[in-house]
């Protein structure tokens, strides 16, 4: 089961702590269980891959604006600038001209938490980013539990260690989803 909290008061202040914005308009984190053995920017990895896939892409840059640096690096995850991290937890950044947001992986204690914090540059994130909320906060429990089957994969002795994160297609791909949701079972 994934536990969501969702508005900067319904976080605590240990966990808003790790943002880097001047301010938080918008704050959610989604928390899975799982005793998976990966570092948080395993866990980051996991979720989003090396290099932003076309669903990242049209949802990021298209319609976001976000401005997301290409190619593999290790100073980003899925284009988004690693600003910030500690021995439990990463901080991705991005910006575009109208918004700028964090990604804060935090993983450990037998639990993974995905937090995202945004701070509205401009009036248009205001009304662009609240009808993509809703997207955001029904796609993200199944990206967790995405990353814990990739993690745990991943782990496996002969497992899918070696397989490309670019690869990844997010969200929704059949080729990315565990076994038992590709064949119709519950996520």
Same mark, same amino acid.
């Given at each position: 089961?994934? #536990? ?9 202040? %240990?966990? *808003?702590? =790790?943002?880097?914005?001047?301010? $938080?308009?918008?704050? #959610?984190? /989604? ?16 979720? /989003? &891959? #090396?290099?932003?896939? /076309?669903?990242?892409?049209? $949802?990021?840059? @298209? =319609?976001? &604006? ?6 593999? %690096?290790?100073?980003?995850?899925? &284009? ?9 937890? $990463?901080?991705?950044?991005?910006? %575009?001209?109208?918004? %700028?947001?964090?990604?804060?992986? *935090? ?6 938490? =995905?937090?995202? /914090?945004?701070?509205?540059? *401009? ?14 906060? *029904?796609?993200?429990? @199944? ?18 260690? !070696?397989?490309?994160?670019? #690869?990844?297609?997010?969200?929704? !791909? !059949? ?13």
């Amino acid at each position: 089961m994934v #536990d969501a909290a969702v508005g900067v008061r319904a976080l605590p202040e %240990s966990f *808003r702590a =790790l943002g880097s914005l001047p301010a $938080i308009d918008y704050a #959610d984190r /989604f928390t899975l269980a799982t005793d998976a053995p990966a570092a948080p920017e395993q866990w980051a990895r996991a979720m /989003f &891959g #090396d290099v932003p896939g /076309f669903a990242q892409q049209v $949802i990021w840059r @298209g =319609l976001l &604006g976000l401005r997301l640096s290409r190619g593999r %690096s290790p100073d980003t995850v899925a &284009g988004w600038r690693v600003t910030g991290r500690g021995e439990d937890w $990463i901080r991705l950044e991005a910006a %575009s001209w109208f918004l %700028s947001g964090n990604l804060v992986v *935090r993983a450990g204690g037998g639990k993974v938490s =995905l937090g995202t /914090f945004l701070h509205y540059d *401009r009036r248009l994130g205001r009304r662009v980013w609240p009808p993509l909320s809703a997207i955001h906060r *029904r796609l993200v429990p @199944g990206l967790l539990r995405d990353a814990v089957a990739t993690v745990e994969d991943r782990a496996r002795p002969g497992g899918d260690r !070696d397989r490309p994160d670019d #690869d990844r297609v997010w969200p929704g !791909d !059949d080729r990315d989803r565990a076994p038992e949701s590709r064949k119709g079972g519950i996520r």
